[in-house]
């Protein structure tokens, strides 16, 4: 089945920096991407999804990058800011898995002043 | 808004005692999700439903039983908890549609000595 890797577990960056995380999925059939936020002690939220014909997606203050050959997935949160530290998890949906999602392991980041 | 509920909020069950956390959902999702996080392994999938009086096993689904009274109710159910289920379990419910996120409830924090 369906297996995805993220990294890094944890980064720390200085504000105003760019924090980068990536996700690489084994299933060539994966089809919707997401991307959660969890704050600590809170729930997750969803930052944003993404279709596998998108490549380039901008939210405020991110983007999320799609690289079907590689089957990789990026956020890159640009200028971060004390209020990004959370905990960001990427879920992948391929068809043989129905509506389950598989997530990764999660990153932990940290923004400094 | 979409909404999920789940409760207790935290709770402190002994080891052999039995457990039931309770989710509920007003999002009118045929699906519904119960996962359990554990430092560095994300979340990982215990049972699912996609219809009331049906569920399905997940990816870690032995020491754990599921039910589906309702499409608004999903419940877990640890018959005999056990040191090694302390983690925060969270529900999540979501539309039957490839595109579909998966709207998450705040989490249950069980602790079993």
């Known amino acids: 089945g369906e297996q995805v890797e993220q990294r890094p577990p944890h980064l720390s960056v200085r504000e105003g920096d760019s924090a980068f995380i990536t996700c690489t999925y084994t299933?060539?059939?994966?089809?919707?991407f997401f991307w959660y936020k969890q704050e600590p002690g809170a729930s997750l939220q969803l930052l944003m999804k993404?279709?596998?014909?998108?490549e380039i997606n901008e939210g405020q203050g991110f983007t999320v990058l799609l690289n079907k050959k590689d089957k990789r997935l990026s956020l890159n949160l640009t200028a971060a800011h004390p209020g990004d530290s959370a905990a960001y998890f990427c879920?992948?949906?391929?068809?043989?898995?129905?509506?389950?999602?598989?997530f990764g392991q999660g990153t932990i980041l940290k923004v400094y002043l | 808004e979409a909404a999920v509920t789940q409760s207790p909020r935290s709770k402190v069950a002994v080891t052999g005692g039995k457990v039931t956390l309770s989710c509920h959902q007003t999002?009118?999702?045929?699906?519904m999700y119960w996962y359990r996080q554990d430092t560095g392994h994300g979340l990982r999938l215990i049972h699912y439903?996609?219809?009331?009086?049906?569920?399905e096993k997940g990816d870690i689904p032995d020491g754990y039983k599921a039910s589906r009274p309702s499409q608004e109710n999903f419940s877990l159910i640890l018959e005999l908890a056990s040191l090694s289920q302390t983690a925060v379990y969270f529900c999540?419910?979501?539309?039957?549609?490839?595109?579909?996120?998966?709207?998450f409830g705040p989490g249950t924090r069980l602790t079993v000595l």
């Open positions: 879920a992948v949906r391929a068809t043989s898995s129905g509506q389950k999602l598989v």
């Open positions: 993404v279709f596998s014909s998108t």
């Open positions: 999002n009118n999702h045929d699906y």
């Open positions: 299933d060539p059939n994966s089809y919707y």
């Open positions: 439903s996609y219809v009331a009086d049906s569920t």
């Open positions: 999540a419910s979501s539309g039957d549609r490839g595109y579909a996120e998966q709207f």
